[in-house]
C-alpha cells in the first residue's frame, strides 16, 4: 500500500474544473505558492538587469513608427479573468486596418490567429519578434501576478474555442511568457498539439520542469526555431 502523502490541489480551482484538472499537479498548493514567489524574484530581478535593452528597443521603436511603443491586447487569463497583455509594438498603428484591406490575409488570420507573411510588421518589428524581444513587457504582467515565467501562452478569448472540452485545462492555469509550445517548434505546430501541450504542462507540473522550459525555450529562441 502507498503511504505518501496526497496534497490537496489549491483552493482557487474553478467550479467548472474537471476530474483531470483537479488531479493535475499544477493544483498544488505547495507548488502554486512557491511557483508565485519565483516568478516574483524573476520578473523583478530581469526588469532591472533588462532596462538598458527596454530603453533602447523604447528608442528604436519611436524612431520607426513614433509613440506608442508598447501594444496592449485583451488576452484570457486564470479563471477566464481578462487581462491586458503588454508587448513591443511590432506592428504598424493602424494594424488592424491594414488586415481588412486583405480579404485572403484577413480570412487566414480569422482561422490560424496568425500570418505566415504579415505585411503590418515593421523592420524593427521583425527583429524583436525573431527573439521574441518584443514578449519582454510581460514581466510587468508576471509582476502584477497576470502572468507566469512559465506556463500555457495566452490566448484571446476567442481561441478559447480550439480547446474544446480541454478548456479547463487552460482556464485553471496563469499564462505564462514561455512554455511548452514554445520549445515544440511554436508557429509550425498544429493547434491541436498546442492544446496537447498545455494539458501536458498541467499534469505534469513542478518546478524543475518549470526551469526545464525555461531553458529549451531559451534555446529554441536561439536557434529562431517556429518564430516569425
Do not use: H
Request: with cysteine; aromatic share 8%; net charge positive.
Amino acid at each position: 500500500m502507498n503511504s505518501d502523502p496526497v496534497e490537496k490541489a489549491g483552493p482557487s480551482l474553478p467550479p467548472f474544473a474537471s476530474n483531470l484538472v483537479r488531479r493535475g499537479k499544477y493544483g498544488y498548493q505547495s507548488y502554486r505558492a512557491l511557483k508565485r514567489v519565483v516568478d516574483i524574484v524573476v520578473s523583478l530581478g530581469a526588469l532591472i538587469l533588462l532596462s538598458p535593452i527596454f530603453l533602447v528597443l523604447t528608442l528604436c521603436i519611436a524612431a520607426a513608427d513614433g509613440f506608442p511603443v508598447l501594444f496592449r491586447q485583451r488576452r484570457l487569463g486564470e479563471n477566464g479573468v481578462m487581462f491586458s497583455m503588454l508587448k513591443f509594438r511590432s506592428m504598424v498603428k493602424n494594424a488592424e486596418e491594414v488586415l481588412k484591406r486583405d480579404p485572403v490575409l484577413y480570412e487566414e488570420f480569422k482561422t490560424n490567429f496568425k500570418l505566415k507573411n504579415d505585411p503590418r510588421i515593421l523592420p524593427i518589428g521583425k527583429f524583436i519578434r525573431k527573439t521574441s524581444l518584443d514578449e519582454l513587457p510581460q514581466l510587468i504582467n508576471v509582476l502584477r501576478g497576470e502572468m507566469s515565467i512559465v506556463g500555457p501562452r495566452p490566448i484571446v478569448e476567442k481561441e478559447l474555442e480550439m480547446y474544446g472540452e480541454k478548456k479547463d485545462i487552460y482556464l485553471s492555469m496563469k499564462p505564462g511568457c514561455a512554455g511548452l509550445w514554445q520549445c515544440s517548434g511554436r508557429s509550425e505546430t498544429s493547434y491541436e498539439e498546442r492544446v496537447a501541450l498545455d494539458e501536458q504542462y498541467y499534469v505534469t507540473a513542478s518546478i524543475r520542469n518549470d526551469i526545464k522550459i525555461l531553458v529549451m525555450t531559451f534555446l529554441a529562441i536561439l536557434k529562431k526555431e517556429g518564430a516569425q
